[in-house]
């Protein structure tokens, strides 16, 4: 599970090709929920709310860059994000079998952790 994390935030920080199965981005965001979660529980003892901003800004692009790409495994633009409950049913739809004109299917890589993010 923290492989993926790593993998989503510290290798691909701003990678908007290729395309990221469901459970890169399922993973991400579950990871980066309890991250945030832990963060602010501790800048609200340690009085510095500004660490749960912080973590925010710095996953910010991460986030964006793996929707995206999960966006693509579905056959489609990165610009559907932006339409507000549509986006949810379109992120926990299934991708597309074979190859799209965002790249190949990353569910036919045995060893998909190392395929996260590449085209």
């Known amino acids: 599970m923290f492989e993926w994390y790593k993998k989503v935030v510290f290798e691909n920080y701003a990678n908007f090709e290729g395309r990221a199965r469901r459970s890169e981005y399922w993973w991400f965001v579950l990871m980066n929920f309890i991250i945030s ?15 749960g901003t912080a973590y925010s800004l710095a996953v910010f692009i991460p986030s964006i860059a793996v929707a995206i790409r999960r966006m693509h495994d579905i056959d489609k633009s990165g610009w559907y994000l932006l339409i507000p409950v549509y986006n949810i049913v379109l992120l926990a739809t299934e991708g597309n079998y074979g190859e799209n004109e965002y790249g190949s299917d990353p569910k036919n890589n045995i060893d998909s952790i190392n395929e996260i993010g590449q085209e």
């Open 37 to 51: 979660i832990i963060i602010n529980v501790i800048g609200f003892f340690t009085k510095l709310p500004i660490l």
